[in-house]
């Protein structure tokens, strides 16, 4: 269990250093991942910085992830729900358009300038968690669209399915806690909170 979110923050740099993890910038997927974001970018000794995408979620099930879009429009679709769901390409657009504006207003809202230059740059992306991994896909295909030297995905929890899948958007996947009976993230923090949008721009 990890007390709150700063102590998940505080574990998940130490497990980075433990790897040897370099970093020259250090992306949050906002709002939980900031308050770890801090913590391991002032660990590292690098910048940090947002990225950011928006579930597409199901017909009457919004919290259920049959995609998710990154604030450049990259798409992570989950084929499986898609076609079990069946669920036309007509709707899925709607989704994709509706949740990437969202996705750009929350960024612009969060930085005071542009995206950051990913460019040959070793990059950790942190959130406070992973279940399905929809919205970390999305951020990862943006991060990658940005060439990159290096891509690194830090999270304290997530389901070892999920985890080796993200293993191979990335170079190398940091995790303090795999669990095998894993249910939700929020499950294995004693305090885990709504981080407000407020509270989240502080971390930055």
């Known amino acids: 269990m990890f007390a709150d979110r700063t102590d998940a923050g505080t574990r998940l740099a130490d497990a980075l250093e433990a790897r040897g ?3 020259d910038v250090v992306l949050a997927i906002p709002r939980g991942g ?6 391991v970018a002032d660990r590292l000794g690098a910048p940090l910085d947002v990225v950011v995408a928006s579930k597409i979620g199901a017909p ?6 049959i995609g998710a879009v990154a604030e450049d429009g990259t798409v ?6 898609i076609t079990r769901l069946r669920i036309g ?9 509706r949740e990437q504006a969202a996705a750009v207003e929350k960024a612009e809202d969060y930085r005071t300038g542009g995206p950051p230059d990913l460019g040959g740059k070793r990059v950790v992306v942190v959130d406070d968690g992973v279940a399905t991994g929809a919205t970390m896909r999305a951020c990862l295909g943006l991060v990658r669209e940005g060439g990159p030297a290096s891509v690194v995905v830090a999270v304290p929890v997530g389901p070892p399915e999920t985890l080796d899948e993200l293993g191979s958007l990335a170079d190398e996947v940091v995790a303090v806690e795999r669990p095998e009976r894993f249910r939700a993230v929020g499950a294995h923090y004693r305090t885990f909170d709504q981080v407000t949008d407020e509270e989240a721009k502080s971390y930055l």
Do not use: M
Not at 34 to 39: E, W
Not at 60 to 65: K, L, R, V
Not at 76 to 81: C, H, L, S, V
């Open 89 to 97: 390409e007509d709707r899925l657009a709607a989704g994709r358009s």
């Open 21 to 23: 993890v370099a970093a």
């Open 76 to 81: 992570w679709r989950n084929e499986e729900a």
């Open 34 to 39: 900031l308050p770890l974001g801090r913590v």
């Open 60 to 65: 009457n099930n919004p919290e259920y992830a």
